[in-house]
């Protein structure tokens, strides 16, 4: 996104700051607007002193002076948490705001005045003062609770933020407040004044890891990417994933199939899947709607493209343990990259992480197919399940508009019958549908196939017999014989001729 221009500066573009946070500068369409007043404000932990360090070392990169100012950390503590991401303070002056030990001594206790008279003045004196002399073009300051307990008084506190913000204006810095949000009512002075306000939220889930996400409550005259966006914190800093828009990517302009190697799949599917697509793969636990993804994945590879599969249900060695079993050998393929298999843990990986890994794979990797397996393990991902139909919406609108054909597999609940069910109900949004069923024939269970749906073009009406052995997957001929084969118990029409 392009930075905003000030009417009354011509045609000057406003100067925008990088903050240092990979996916954050996308986030605020671009950056901080340089020489304003920022809040940031988050719970304790959630990653607001990181930020800032981030924020600074961006800035002492460039050769720009910085000053971090504290007054609720130590200079060493600050040290300690950039040891911990493999950071050094190099470049970045850090100015303590602390009292003195001999604040503790009963002569040095104020009597005629009340303190948030003498301290509040002498800490502002000595942060105006460290200003004049460094100059910096980037300030922080951690934490606003310290100063908003020294003012005392709500009004005495606004107007001290609106001096900070007019003293800086002037000598051509950015400023960025931490709020660790601790005061008793949501403090709303220091938002009315800010430039923008970011928020950083910590949600701890009955089972799994802290989720953690923020969102752009306000930015004067800027256009940024609005609702939340989940975040991660790791050695070497917050690592934000931008929610996914699809509305922002071109689609393509042709489609063109992509076929399986199975010449009765492709059949079938009326010639195979369109790039661009997605398609779902429906049906009962072991009915082979895996084996049937992968088998697109391993014939994309063996054209020399690439293939990127996120599988929730099974572990990596038993998805290559299982295709070797098959006769479908992936580990050429793993290793010259053209498939690429990342194993999801559902309670460790947020929902826009996992968004995020697939963009990386389509556009890094240039990944022309993408299986996700499962949505059941998508939905358990998921922390709000009502949402995830509209984030699965703009995920395959995104793929689709990047030509890429998406497979999902959807798994069912029970194993035969006309009461099969599925979690979550993804066909509508689906370009194909795809139906594996068990049925019973014989005395035997069976297995068959068929397409329930394509927008791509016409395909087969018929339903076929479909069987898994250790040469592969194998589509066979169409079912004729029978009636009911959906239900799991069908008829053969021979029998039914004979009644008759």
Same mark, same amino acid.
């Given at each position: ?21 990979p ?19 988050g ?120 001096a ?47 989720r953690?996400?923020?969102i ?15 975040y991660?914190?790791?050695? *070497? ?9 699809a509305?922002?990517?071109t ?18 599917l ?11 793969f429906?049906?009962?636990? *072991? ?10 994945a ?18 990596a ?8 079993g ?17 194993q ?7 929902? *826009? ?12 990797h ?89 927008? *791509? ?6 339903i ?37």
């Amino acid at each position: 996104m392009s930075s905003t221009i000030s009417p009354d500066e011509g045609d000057r573009r406003e100067t925008v700051l990088q903050v240092g946070v990979p996916g954050l500068d996308d986030v605020l369409g671009g950056g901080l607007t340089a020489n304003r007043l920022y809040l940031l404000e988050g719970a304790p932990g959630a990653g607001k002193t990181t930020v800032a360090m981030q924020f600074l070392r961006e800035g002492a990169a460039r050769g720009e002076p910085v000053l971090y100012v504290t007054l609720s950390e130590t200079a060493e503590e600050l040290r300690g948490v950039a040891r911990s991401h493999g950071w050094d303070l190099k470049g970045i002056e850090v100015r303590e705001m602390l009292p003195s030990h001999d604040a503790l001594e009963p002569d040095e206790q104020y009597t005629m005045f009340h303190p948030s008279e003498v301290e509040l003045s002498e800490t502002t004196l000595k942060i105006l003062a460290d200003v004049d002399v460094i100059r910096p073009t980037r300030v922080v300051f951690d934490s606003l609770s310290e100063l908003r307990l020294l003012a005392g008084a709500s009004l005495r506190y606004r107007r001290q933020i609106l001096a900070l913000k007019q003293f800086f204006a002037g000598r051509q810095c950015t400023v960025l407040l931490l709020d660790d949000m601790t005061a008793m009512e949501h403090d709303l002075q220091v938002q009315s004044i800010a430039h923008a306000v970011l928020r950083l939220e910590q949600i701890n889930s009955d089972y799994g890891s802290s989720r953690r996400r923020l969102i752009v409550t306000k930015y004067r005259g800027k256009e940024f990417r609005g609702g939340y966006h989940d975040y991660k914190i790791v050695r *070497g800093g917050l690592q934000v994933f931008p929610r996914l828009v699809a509305a922002e990517h071109t689609p393509p302009l042709t489609q063109t199939r992509m076929a399986s190697g199975l010449p009765a799949l492709d059949a079938l599917l009326g010639g195979g899947i369109e790039r661009g697509t997605s398609t779902l793969f429906v049906g009962a636990p *072991g009915t082979g709607k895996s084996s049937v993804a992968v088998q697109f994945a391993l014939a994309a590879a063996q054209r020399g493209e690439c293939a990127a599969l996120f599988i929730f249900d099974e572990s990596a060695n038993t998805l290559r343990t299982r295709c070797e079993g098959m006769g479908m050998d992936l580990t050429p393929h793993l290793e010259s990259g053209h498939i690429r298999v990342r194993q999801v843990d559902p309670a460790e990986l947020s929902p *826009g992480e996992f968004v995020n890994s697939i963009r990386v794979a389509v556009t890094e990797h240039n990944a022309r197919v993408v299986v996700i397996d499962s949505l059941n393990g998508y939905l358990n991902a998921m922390p709000d399940e009502r949402f995830l139909i509209v984030q699965l919406h703009e995920l395959l609108t995104y793929l689709g508009q990047a030509g890429v054909a998406t497979l999902l597999i959807g798994a069912q609940h029970g194993l035969i019958g006309m009461q099969m069910q599925t979690p979550v109900d993804a066909s509508y949004l689906a370009d194909s549908v795809v139906l594996l069923r068990y049925f019973e024939d014989g005395g035997e269970v069976r297995q068959a196939i068929s397409v329930l749906k394509k927008r *791509g073009g016409a395909h087969e009406r018929s339903i076929r017999a479909f069987t898994m052995n250790d040469t592969g997957v194998h589509v066979g001929a169409p079912l004729r014989n029978f009636r009911g084969i959906l239900t799991g118990l069908p008829v053969p029409i021979e029998g039914l001729q004979s009644s008759s």
